[in-house]
């Protein structure tokens, strides 16, 4: 079963605006990697994060890995409609152990 | 285009039917892993393999569940005598040695399995 809780499980952005989801494991993580899956598709790789504390961007898309390596946030900044999709986190050992997603819609 | 693919993308299968799922990694990629998804969830790893050995297989793998990488390159995932709730999409994902800076595993489309 899953060993990641992501929050929230579905949110809801206006083009311009900020969002933010977390990640937290019972478990230690030495990597933390952020994907973007759109339907009938593969999880697509954003953001890959290495070492306790580190503040990683890629264009709109800002992650930190937790200090205590329990933990990993997503920021996007300025949203566009093509943000939506399901955005997961996932721990690495060797393999890697995903959250249940957070569903993101553009509100009409 | 040198990304993973997975052949077929769709199959659609009736209960207590073999099928069989191919996976090409990224060329110099020596890891290979199958993932689980069902719907509203994450993947959930299957197995993995280094070059040609399968170094580890989850408990999800029931012993319908047969993976192969015979030359080291692509792999197959065979479900023999499929039931309902095997319906998942499968997904296959390759990856440099473990433990470099930047290593990290990539995704392939998927397949999506419906057993009737």
């Known amino acids: 079963g899953q060993q990641l809780n992501q929050s929230p499980q579905s949110m809801f952005i206006q083009e311009g605006e900020d969002v933010s989801m977390n990640c937290t494991s019972s478990s230690i993580f030495n990597t933390w990697l952020w994907y973007k899956q759109d339907p009938g598709e593969g999880p697509v790789l954003l953001i890959a994060?290495?070492?306790?504390?580190e503040l990683t961007s890629n264009g709109r898309l800002t992650a930190q890995f937790g200090i205590t390596r329990k933990d990993s946030f997503l920021n996007i900044s300025a949203s566009i409609p093509s943000d939506v999709g399901i955005y997961f986190c996932a721990g690495r050992d060797y393999k890697l152990s995903f959250g249940a997603g957070t569903t993101v819609t553009v509100r009409a | 285009d040198t990304g993973v693919s997975q052949d077929p993308r769709h199959k659609i299968t009736k209960r207590g039917q073999n099928v069989t799922f191919r996976c090409d990694p990224i060329?110099?990629?020596?890891?290979l892993y199958w993932y689980r998804q069902t719907l509203g969830q994450g993947p959930e790893f299957l197995t993995y393999f280094q070059n040609e050995a399968q170094l580890e297989k989850s408990r999800l793998l029931s012993d319908r569940f047969s993976a192969e990488r015979p030359k080291g390159s692509f792999s197959t995932l065979e479900i023999q005598r499929t039931e309902q709730g095997d319906s998942a999409m499968y997904l296959c994902a390759s990856s440099l040695v473990f433990g470099a800076p930047g290593e990290t595993q990539y995704f392939g489309p998927g397949t999506r399995l419906l057993v009737l």
């Open positions: 060329s110099e990629h020596n890891r």
């Open positions: 994060l290495y070492k306790a504390g």
